[in-house]
């Protein structure tokens, strides 16, 4: 960290020096993984926006006189259901696309709820220090010895399963990567002079941390945001593979691979389309997180 | 009655566990009137940036003032809650910083910064703070104010935001500037601009100045007062025409001496000969007098007591000009 090197890409000296937005611009520009990433997640949200004028089906609509259609590069196959049917009957293909849905509104749910606590205890740790310091690091500590997803099922076999409680609780479950950053970045902006300035210019503490500190940490805080985005969908397809998230007839990823894993030898498509699409999904958001990360901060020192 | 009255200060950091606190600054005691310049000077780590913190109560932890009074205003700042000192800093106490490039946070726009300085002490409306703030940048020389406020720190020179974080600490007027080494980081001409700059705005506003440095030649040139500090403690104070023409102590001689003139050309620089000694281990009696060609053992025994002089004060058994002491 001793030098924060500025020029690391191979442009021409220019007479203006570029703003920080321009460098970021043009860093993002080359860099592949981010457009490939960023490329995946938007094509996929789009899926998820649009998922009605897309999907050929209705994707709760069973069918039992349809029931386990192949794809259509199966001798058996249709074109009238590309991706085949499952064991209801229902359309494979608008069932995936629903899935988008699920997943990242999901994903994005929970990885914001666990924004909102891991940067609240990493910022108010950081900036005030001492026995405050002491109780969020013991949060973190407990936080990380407790097993996730045992905790995870427990409680959703506790409360019982909704959208809104998977999202609550694979947020609350996923704040330690946000906590460890913005505290470190808070202790190291505190010491700052700027800082120092504000504070002899007679900000709050309250004016510190929304002013001073919060605008400089948003960089880390979305490459954090978007690793953790992988991280919750990863989680939601876990709990409802498990029975404990998403509650059929709700098309998810996860369940659909649950529904799917009887017929797994005889049937493969039915588990591998749904798992291809969580890989697509998750190496989709882990690309533009890492493309974030070196876009943000080239030295690779985040 | 001066505007800032500081007596037997001391600002203490915790030494080895168990042991007794570093005085980063030991029993200093100093006064401003209002519109005078007081010039502070000292190598570094000798306490004066402490100074300046322990006035505007800022001082980092683990350190803190642990003796001595602060009288602002005839007010002492020990007296006055958290919330009560937020409010003096900034608006009656502002202080400038050493290294403009670090002064302002560099994700938000000078206006956005300006504003937020007004808004922590006035309940004004927007377009009023944004004006106030255009005003205080045309005030302190900056072209085209109402653009620059939309502009990021990145796009101004270094001494284009020293002016800035100048025009900051003018927004409301305070009663006394801390300016912390403000012209250290910047080339000479920008830092005779500064200096005229504060100069002619010090006077206008009848403002008090306590400008930190290590440079005898802005001293001179600025401050109608000087005082020396060296590890911790004042050694000598004064009307700045008088110290610098005629210093008492030893180590103000040598940082005059030291200092490159046109009749000392050609010939080598007198330098103080060692290093400032690290606050944790500190000499016995007079903390200069392992690099002082006139001690004796009589400095070995206690830290000297201040001897006045008119309105003159040093710290030394042997002082330089012997033979023009009074007593």
Redo the contacts between chains.
């Keep these: 960290m001793t030098q924060t090197d500025a020029f690391t890409f191979d442009a021409p000296e220019e007479a203006e ?1 570029m ?2 937005g321009q460098l970021m611009r043009r860093r993002a520009l080359n860099h592949t993984g981010f457009l490939i990433g960023s490329g995946i997640i938007v094509t996929l949200a789009l899926i998820a926006i649009f998922a009605p004028l897309i999907a050929p089906h209705d994707p709760f609509v069973q069918s039992l006189s349809s029931r386990m259609l192949p794809p259509v590069w199966d001798p058996a196959g249709s074109w009238d259901h590309l991706l085949g049917t499952d064991q209801n009957g229902r359309d494979y293909l608008s069932r995936l696309i629903y899935g988008t849905r699920v997943s990242i509104s999901i994903g994005l749910g929970a990885a914001t709820v666990g924004l909102l606590i891991g940067v609240t205890l990493g910022v108010v740790a950081g900036y005030f ?1 001492g026995w405050v310091d002491h109780a969020v690091s013991f949060a973190l500590t407990a936080q990380l010895a407790l097993p996730g997803l045992l905790l995870a099922m427990a409680l959703v076999f506790i409360i019982g399963p909704s959208i809104w409680v998977v999202i609550g609780i694979i947020g609350v479950l996923h704040w330690t990567y946000y906590l460890v950053v913005t505290r470190a970045a808070t202790q190291r902006l505190r ?4 800082v ?9 503490p309250r ?1 510190v941390i929304w ?2 500190i919060l ?2 940490l ?1 960089p880390q805080i979305i490459v954090i945001f978007t690793f953790e985005l992988g991280i919750a969908i990863l989680a939601e397809a876990s709990l409802s593979f498990l029975g404990v998230g998403i509650q059929p007839p709700t098309p998810s990823w996860g369940l659909m691979i649950a529904e799917g894993k009887q017929a797994m030898f005889y049937r493969p498509w039915l588990v591998v389309l749904p798992g291809l699409s969580l890989f697509t999904l998750v190496i989709g958001a882990n690309l533009m997180g890492d493309g974030l990360r070196d876009i943000t901060a080239p030295e690779g020192r985040n | 009655m001066p505007l800032l009255d500081v007596q037997s200060l001391v600002t203490e950091f915790p030494g080895a566990p168990g042991g007794p606190g570093n005085r980063a600054v030991n029993e200093v005691s100093f006064a401003v009137e209002r519109g005078k310049v007081l010039g502070l000077v000292g190598e570094s780590g000798s306490g004066k940036s402490v100074t300046g913190f322990s006035i ?1 109560g ?1 001082v ?2 683990p350190g803190r003032v642990t003796g001595g009074r602060i009288l602002f205003d005839g007010q002492d700042l020990a007296s006055l809650s958290g919330e009560e000192m ?6 009656r106490i ?2 400038v ?3 403009p490039m ?7 726009t000078i206006g ?2 300006m504003t ?2 007004i808004t ?2 006035e309940k004004v409306s927007r377009a009023e703070s944004r004006a106030r703030a255009r005003d205080a940048l045309g005030q302190v020389g900056i072209p085209s104010p109402e653009e620059r406020l939309s502009a ?1 720190p ?2 101004f020179s270094g001494g284009m935001r020293q002016r800035v ?1 100048i025009a ?2 003018l ?1 409301h007027n305070p009663d006394l500037i801390i300016a912390d080494e403000p012209t250290t980081a910047l080339d000479v001409t920008i830092q005779s601009q500064i200096i005229s700059e504060f100069q002619r705005l010090a006077e206008t506003h009848n403002t008090a100045v306590i400008w930190i440095t290590h440079d005898l030649a802005i001293v001179s040139r600025l401050a109608d007062d000087i005082a020396v500090m060296y590890s911790g403690r004042l050694v000598e104070t004064g009307p700045v025409s008088d110290v610098l023409t005629d210093p008492r102590h030893p180590y103000t001689a040598g940082l005059i001496g030291s200092v490159p003139s046109q009749n000392t050309r050609g010939t080598r620089l007198r330098q103080i000969p060692g290093m400032t000694p690290s606050l944790g281990r500190l000499p016995s009696g007079c903390a200069f007098r392992t690099r002082c060609d006139r001690a004796t053992e009589a400095c070995a025994t206690v830290p000297p007591p201040e001897t006045h002089e008119g309105a003159r004060g040093f710290r030394c058994i042997h002082p330089v000009h012997p033979e023009l002491l009074t007593q």
């Excluded at chain 1, 010491?191 to 700027?194: G, K, T």
């Excluded at chain 1, 120092?196 to 709050?204: E, F, L």
């Design positions: 020096p703003s920080p220090g010491n700052l002079d700027f120092a300035a504000a504070t002899a210019s007679g900000a709050t004016q002013h001073e605008p400089n948003i | 505007m800022l980092d932890r937020r409010q003096l800093r900034g608006r502002a202080m910083f050493q290294d670090m002064t302002l946070n560099p994700v938000l956005t910064q937020e300085a922590a002490h990021y990145h796009e974080a900051i600490a927004l």
